[in-house]
Structure formats: structure tokens, C-alpha cells
């Protein structure tokens, strides 16, 4: 069943497993996801999440997609994951668009939040999180 979300081309949009199959990889497989399961994954909470009309869920996905590029170094996947995040650049959830480009050692582009901490703290910490999971994998 191939699923369609909003500013998506239908080739990345594809699902691989209908959606019932996706909760039978909840166990000992869930930490052994391929790329593909990822995106496929992905594009059934994008479906489910529009479905509902949910936008916090949708920008959360977005950061995490981010995050999983970023461990992965997937340019491509992370560009077009950055320019998902930066269509909310004006709205509440702005600022995911600068921790995506702190996770990729990137300036941000909008710098839409005033964060608590100095500016090179936070940049800092979302690398670290990033080099982190990274070192975990390859460990």
C-alpha cells in the first residue's frame, strides 16, 4: 500500500510494509532498521500524524529524522529533511530547523531562538549527541 504525505514525491513517499507489519518489528529487530526501514517507518507516522491534523508530532519527526541523518551522514537525506523543518521556520517549532543544523556542525541559518545558555553551549551539545550515537554504532 503505498502511502502520500503533503510536499512529499511519491518515490520517497512509498511505504514498504503495510502498517500492521511495522508493530511486529517491535522487539529484538526494532535497533536493526535499515535506511529503507527508516524512511518507510517514517512515511507511515508522517501519514498517521496528518491524518490526525497534528503538527507538534510532525515537527518532532522532522528533528528526529534529522538526527538519524546526521548519525548516519546522509547528506541527501538530511538536506531534504532540513528543508521539512525549515517550512515551519516561522511557526512554533522554528528552532528544530537550528538544532538539525547544530546536530550537522552547520550554522543556522535563522538562529529563532535565544537559548538559556551561551551560543556555542548549545550548538555544541546537540554534536556531541549526534558524535556520540555515531561512535556507539560503530562500537
Known amino acids: 500500500m ?7 514525491s511519491a518515490s520517497s513517499a512509498r511505504c514498504c510494509r503495510p502498517v500492521t507489519s ?6 529484538p529487530r526494532v535497533w536493526r532498521f535499515t535506511a529503507d526501514d527508516i ?24 528533528l528526529a529524522l534529522a538526527f538519524h541523518h546526521a548519525v548516519r551522514d546522509d547528506v541527501p537525506g538530511y538536506a531534504a529533511t532540513a528543508a521539512l ?3 515551519r521556520a516561522g511557526g ?7 538544532i538539525a543544523a547544530f546536530m550537522t556542525n552547520r550554522p543556522a541559518l535563522l ?4 537559548w ?3 551560543e556555542s553551549t548549545v550548538p555544541g ?15
Do not use: K, N
Open 22 to 27: 511495522w508493530f511486529a518489528c517491535i522487539g
Open 125 to 139: 551539545r546537540c554534536r556531541h549527541l549526534v558524535l556520540a550515537r555515531r561512535s556507539a554504532l560503530e562500537s
Open 39 to 62: 524512511r518507510c517507518w517514517a512515511d507511515v507516522l508522517r501519514a498517521e500524524i496528518c491524518t490526525a491534523g497534528l503538527l507538534a508530532p510532525e515537527a518532532l519527526l522532522d
Open 116 to 118: 538559556i545558555e551561551d
Open 85 to 87: 523543518l525549515g517550512q
Open 2 to 8: 503505498a502511502t502520500r504525505s503533503p510536499g512529499r
Open 92 to 98: 512554533d517549532y522554528a528552532y528544530y530547523a537550528d
Open 111 to 114: 538562529r529563532s531562538a535565544r
